[in-house]
């Protein structure tokens, strides 16, 4: 098993910055790649953004390519999420994922989520 807790969420006006940390425990933090999803209200799930085991390839959502950059530190078994130029349609739950599939991205654990709400 693995435990994954969001932080860092909160209420920014549009234009401004956050920066999401997921810091996971209870397996080898280095095995799985992470990504970051997003839920708004009345809407499904949806990717953000997932970064590879060795954190030498990143892959985004057209809707925050430019915007967004995730990042790890392996020792501290940490994923992070950093949000710029925030818009009021970046507001959502965010959740932390875990896979050790190789290819994709198809989430073995989730987090609890963070909420991140954009005024205008």
């Known amino acids: 098993q693995v435990q994954l807790v969001e932080s860092g969420g909160g209420l920014v006006q549009a234009g401004g910055s956050l920066r999401l940390s997921c810091a996971a425990s209870?397996?080898?933090?280095?095995?799985?790649?992470m990504g970051w999803f997003r839920q708004a209200p009345g809407k499904d799930r949806e990717f953000v953004a997932r970064?590879?085991?060795?954190?030498?390839?990143?892959y985004y959502a057209d809707s925050v390519k430019g915007r967004f950059t995730i990042s790890r530190d392996n020792a501290k078994n940490t994923v992070y999420l950093q949000l710029n130029s925030l818009k009021p349609e970046d507001t959502a739950v965010y959740y932390c994922a875990a896979t050790q599939k190789i290819g994709g991205f198809s989430p073995d654990y989730w987090g609890q989520g963070t909420q991140v709400t954009v005024s205008s």
């Open positions: 970064i590879t085991r060795s954190g030498l390839s990143t």
């Open positions: 209870g397996r080898t933090f280095s095995n799985y790649d």
